[in-house]
């Protein structure tokens, strides 16, 4: 690879604004700024590209191979990743984050795509992780201990301070949704739930 590491953060962005159609330039700039390595834990990785079910190795430590719109496994045996960026930068996005904004991670995972709403909320705003899973909790503390405007709590995301935020996004399996996430909202805040449903048989029609 001859493209330098820098460089390749900076062409991932502009990808990512092409594949998820992004309006914030911010974002953009955040996702050409945060080092995916630094979350992800060291390589090789096991990676995965949609709609492929079947991860592959990369074939060295090189983090440019992050730099793609690849999911990264955390928990291979659990089939538990560092999402897709296309589709998280599109959700986050949608949010139309500003400066200043108070911002929930619910499902935080190792806090990388806490970090690129970190940085474009700035540290005149407020972000708030949440991971039930401890280790993972663990890790996103120390990932995102350089953003001092930024939180991890261990937890599920049911006590929650009311009309607090701005923006929340539960980056993580919900099959609906608590009355504890919308009073977590400031008036006009946001709401993103990707809900999980289960899928008929294959063989029933």
Same mark, same amino acid.
Not at 47 to 60: E, F, G, K, N, Q
Not at 129 to 135: H, L
Not at 158 to 172: C, R, S
């Given at each position: ?84 960026? @296309? !589709? ?8 139309? =984050?500003?400066? #200043?904004? $108070?911002? %929930? ?68 399996? @919900? !099959? ?8 977590? =909202?400031?008036? #006009?805040? $946001?709401? %993103? ?13």
């Amino acid at each position: 690879m001859s493209t330098s590491l820098d460089e390749a953060r900076a062409e991932f962005a502009e990808s990512l604004r092409r594949l998820a159609g992004l309006r914030s330039e911010a974002l953009v700039h955040a996702f050409g700024a945060v080092p995916r390595e630094d979350f992800v834990g060291p390589g090789p990785w096991k990676i995965l590209v949609l709609p492929d079910v079947a991860y592959r190795d990369t074939p060295d430590a090189d983090p440019r191979h992050l730099y793609g719109n690849v999911l990264v496994a955390l928990d291979p045996s659990r089939f538990l990743n560092n999402g897709e960026p @296309a !589709t998280l930068a599109r959700w986050l996005d949608a949010f139309d =984050l500003k400066a #200043g904004d $108070r911002f %929930l991670h619910l499902g935080c995972g190792v806090g990388y795509y806490t970090a690129i709403a970190a940085e474009v909320v700035s540290r005149s705003g407020r972000v708030l992780a949440v991971e039930v899973d401890a280790t993972l909790a663990e890790r996103a503390r120390r990932n995102l201990g350089r953003y001092d405007h930024a939180t991890v709590v261990r937890g599920d995301g049911t006590d929650l301070e009311k009309a607090a935020f701005d923006a929340i996004l539960v980056n993580a399996g @919900a !099959t609906h949704v608590p009355p504890s996430w919308p009073a977590a =909202l400031r008036p #006009g805040g $946001r709401l %993103l739930v990707p809900l999980t449903v289960d899928l008929p048989d294959k063989d029933v029609v």
